[in-house]
């Protein structure tokens, strides 16, 4: 799978942009705030429909427009997709080959990308939504069954804490319609639970020696912080577990007027043997652990689709010595078109150089690097 071309209209700084990517390396190169992790962002968007810079979304339409566009050529294989996305300031609107599509959970398997940029040490040292989130944006990119999931149990969610609240207000204790509710909670949550688990063990399984080979470090693993047992447990011995769970806290719910158990209160911690890293690891430790995590994923989405993510690298090398950098590109397969951002190539070895596609991005113009 790889972006063969990439179109902007009055996205961000650019006003009209026209890309062509090769498919492999890709490199954009230029001073700090011209609009190289823009370009990243575009992608992003075009595959997942939203921004990874949480809270700028309301800046993506360049200033004096209503409206912006991001148009990708995507080729996997033998098929080749159109895909679009219009952006206005209350409204966006996705399309496959020109075909308008209604349902997100339709759109965003089409294109998988996995990214890194600075800000994401926040996935260590960020709240457990930061977490919840990347688990919600990765798996649902394998998997649209789990988005329908996710959006059933956001909404049994939001009916159910309504329903505690008119509870302890009112202070009547008619539970038959909780029940029905719980029940519905239950058997979407269950489903999250396990498309999470099972995400996270296989990180598991790759993320201590890639990790290790970088760094010289061993035993980092994730660990999987929910309310519920899973493990060696069936799917029904979960279900009841989660039961008992709410039934036996219920008062507890009533009164703070809210579901206190549930997916929704999952969190991951990465660990370095028994210490936890967010409070015993240096933040290189931290920044090597999460692209650690990030290359593990790459190796999952090519086994579950059996194609290829593009990976978006922004500014990845400039904190990382030469034998770091080195060791890392080694678990960049051949066979992935990567997008990297950086201000120096001199950051970058000249065998990956020597491969890629270079551009210089200059106040929002973009041309390629010709020898």
Known sequence: MYLSKIELEHFRNYKKEKVKLCDKINIFIGDNAQGKTNILESIYILALTKSHRLGFENNIIQNHYHSCRIFGLLKDCNNIKELEIKLQEDNKRVFINQKEVKKIASYISNMNVIMFCPTDLDIIKGSPQIRRNLLNIEISQLYPLYVNYLNE?????????????????????????LDIINDKLIDRGIQIYLYRK??????????????ENIMNVKNLHVVYENNIELE??????????????????????????????????DDFS???????MKFYASQGQQRLAIIS?????????????????????DDIFSELDIKKRNKLMKYIPDDIQTIITTTDLKNI??????????FLVDQGKITEKVE
């Not at 609240?165 to 038959?176: A, C, E, L």
């Not at 070895?349 to 270079?358: G, M, P, S, T």
Request: proline share 2%.
């Open 153 to 177: 149990y956001n909404k049994i969610l939001k009916t159910r804490n309504e329903y505690l609240k008119q509870m302890s207000i009112n202070g009547f204790t008619d539970y038959r319609y």
């Open 198 to 211: 099972k995400y996270l063990d296989y990180i598991n399984s790759k993320i201590g020696d890639i990790f």
């Open 232 to 265: 060696n447990f069936s799917e029904e011995e979960i279900k009841q577990k989660f039961f008992n769970k709410l039934k036996s806290n219920i008062k507890r719910e009533i009164s703070q007027g809210m579901t206190l158990y549930g997916p929704h209160r």
């Open 270 to 276: 990465f660990y370095i043997n028994q210490e936890n």
């Open 293 to 313: 995590f990030k290359l593990a994923e790459v190796s999952f989405f090519k086994l579950e689709k059996q194609t290829s993510p593009i990976l978006l690298l």
């Open 349 to 358: 070895q000249k065998k990956i150089l020597n491969q890629a596609k270079i």
